[in-house]
């Protein structure tokens, strides 16, 4: 076999092993953008990033977003507090925290 017969048959196959990793890496990407932690406030943050409960918090207002940090959500919720006050909500991946959770985090 020549070096034009193997090279283009095998260019073509890179090509479609390297498309094929990047489709597979862009759905992990994705979900890692997202926010893991959320919180509503009574009052609007004075700060718009805020390091509570070991994560570093982007507030726009009265709406706080964070990414998981391995801590224990109601440990997180109530870091939280201290540094911005009262929440009205908090969620965790989409989940509300319940109503007795949220009062225990706003102590």
Known sequence: MTFRR???PLAALLSVSAL????AAAPAGAQGSAPYFRAELVNPADEARVIAGGVLWRCEGTSCIAPENGKRPLRVCRDLNREVGKLSSFSIN???LAEDRLARCNG
Request: net charge negative; proline share 0%.
């Open 20 to 23: 094929g990793m990047g489709l």
């Open 94 to 96: 989409g989940e509300a």
């Open 6 to 8: 193997i090279a283009a």
